[in-house]
Nanobody, 126 residues
Framework: VQLQASGGGLVQAGGSLRLSCAAS????????MGWLRQVPGKEREFVAG????????PVANSVKGRFTMSRDNAKNTVYLQMGSLKPEDTAVYYC????????????????????WGQGTQVTVSS
C-alpha cells in the first residue's frame, strides 16, 4: 500500500486546512485508515480514524469538534478537515493504513498501523 498525503501548510490560528491522503496498491475499502501527528521529541499521536465498515470513527479529544475525517472509497482517498486551528496543532501529519480489522482502542495506537504516508507539515501561527 502506498499512501500520499498532501495539503499541509502555514495557517494563522483560527484558520482551516484540509489534508488529503490518496492510497494505492490494495483494495482501499478493506483498509482501516487513520490520521496521526507528531512533533519533534514526542511520540506519534492519534488524531482520527475510520474503520472498514464505516461504523467506527474515533477522534482524539484534543481535536474533537474542530477536526473531521472523511473517506471516499471511490477515490481511494481520506481527508482531514481541520478547523479552529491552534498553535498546538502544529505538527507533521501522517496518514496511515492497517490491513486487518482493529478494535477502536487499537485504531488509536500508532503501532497498529502497517503503512504510512510521508507526512505533511502543518504550522499554525499565533
Amino acid at each position: 500500500v502506498q499512501l500520499q498525503a498532501s495539503g499541509g501548510g502555514l495557517v494563522q490560528a483560527g484558520g482551516s486546512l484540509r489534508l488529503s491522503c490518496a492510497a494505492s496498491g490494495r483494495t482501499f475499502s478493506s483498509l482501516v485508515m487513520g490520521w496521526l501527528r507528531q512533533v519533534p521529541g514526542k511520540e506519534r499521536e492519534f488524531v482520527a480514524g475510520w474503520d472498514r465498515t464505516n461504523s467506527r470513527k474515533p477522534v482524539a479529544n484534543s481535536v474533537k469538534g474542530r477536526f473531521t475525517m472523511s473517506r471516499d472509497n471511490a477515490k481511494n482517498t481520506v481527508y482531514l478537515q481541520m478547523g479552529s486551528l491552534k498553535p498546538e496543532d502544529t505538527a507533521v501529519y501522517y496518514c496511515a493504513a492497517a490491513q486487518r480489522p482493529l478494535i477502536t482502542s487499537s485504531m488509536m495506537k500508532a503501532g497498529e498501523y502497517d503503512y504510512w504516508g510521508q507526512g505533511t507539515q502543518v504550522t499554525v501561527s499565533s
